[in-house]
């Protein structure tokens, strides 16, 4: 059987369609020939989530990105991806962006979800989710750091302003004065350290045979405290309360009159004779005084003494 040169020619345009439509899809990542399960995602923003981008479960490549387009008017992105394993989760599972690093991009991985909802079948729409990246995680630590920072700039600009107000030509002046003082104390100082120095240096010997003197009179103490620690302290404590019991003894007796010091200071009567004749006593000296001549007869010659008339003013 002969076969025309029209039916071989439209046999080699379709072979030649068919392999073009199949080379297009598979430089796009679409194998034909492939029996993947095909899911998609709605997403606000993919984060720069590309075509070709790897599709993971637990870490493990199960297939890739195939495409992204608008999915409204109002922006929202569809993501279609396929998974090449018969691995069985639910529709109820979560295609979550991710990222690796800073060079590698951002994947998408299933987050699986069991017992909930319907097995995941070919063309099923997932839940979605983005994983904040490392940037976002930077950027999260960066603006409060930022913001305090910022804060501490501030400060710091009030308070070198505040000391420009506070350090006029005038407080300048005195800080210059108060530092020139301060050298000629130090160059003072270093003057006196050193005289003190030579001081000590020519008094070495005085020095160390005070040192010695010292030292022995503080051995001296020692053995005078040795000493003093021996006393019978006890001894001692015991005659000074039997020396205070025998004051205590005399002092009751004075005050009940006991024993002649007792009854002199107890005894109203020996008050009263005691005051009589100290009244006589006076009067016989003030008579005394008066008369003379009762008391005393003297002659120089040998005389008879003169008979005593006593005078009129004598005392009685």
Do not use: C, W
């Amino acid at each position: 059987m002969k076969i025309s040169k029209e039916v071989r020619t439209a046999i080699l345009v379709l072979s030649a369609l068919a392999i073009l439509i199949f080379g297009y899809n598979y430089l796009k990542g679409n194998n034909l020939l492939d029996k993947d399960r095909n899911f998609y995602a709605l997403y606000d923003n993919v984060e720069g989530l590309a075509p070709g981008a790897a599709v993971t479960i637990n870490g493990l490549a199960v297939g890739k990105v195939l495409g992204i387009e608008f999915a409204d008017t109002q922006g929202k992105l569809v993501v279609h991806f396929s998974v090449k394993t018969d691995f069985n989760f639910t529709n109820k599972s979560t295609a979550q962006i991710y990222g690796n690093g800073f060079i590698s991009g951002k994947n998408l991985s299933i987050i699986p979800a069991f017992g909930e909802g319907r097995s995941a079948k070919s063309g099923d729409t997932l839940l979605s989710a983005v994983e904040s990246g490392i940037m976002d995680v930077v950027n999260e630590r960066l603006v409060p750091l930022q913001n305090t920072i910022e804060s501490a700039i501030h400060n710091t600009d009030s308070l070198v302003m505040s000391v420009n107000s506070i350090l006029n030509v005038e407080t300048q002046r005195n800080l210059q004065h108060a530092i020139a003082d301060f050298s000629i104390i130090a160059n003072e100082l270093k003057t006196t350290t050193r005289s003190a120095n030579n001081l000590l240096a020519n008094n070495q010997d005085k020095l160390e045979s005070t040192l010695s003197n010292l030292d022995v009179v503080s051995k001296d103490f020692s053995t005078l405290s040795n000493k003093l620690s021996k006393i019978e302290i006890e001894a001692l404590v015991a005659n000074m309360e039997k020396l205070l019991n025998d004051f205590e003894g005399i002092a009751n007796n004075l005050k009940t009159g006991k024993g002649t010091a007792g009854k002199l200071l107890q005894d109203e009567q020996v008050y009263v004779n005691l005051e009589r004749t100290s009244k006589q006593m006076e009067m016989l000296l003030e008579d005394m005084r008066l008369n003379p001549k009762r008391y005393v007869h003297f002659s120089l010659f040998g005389k008879k003494a003169k008979e005593y008339t006593p005078p009129a003013d004598s005392l009685r």
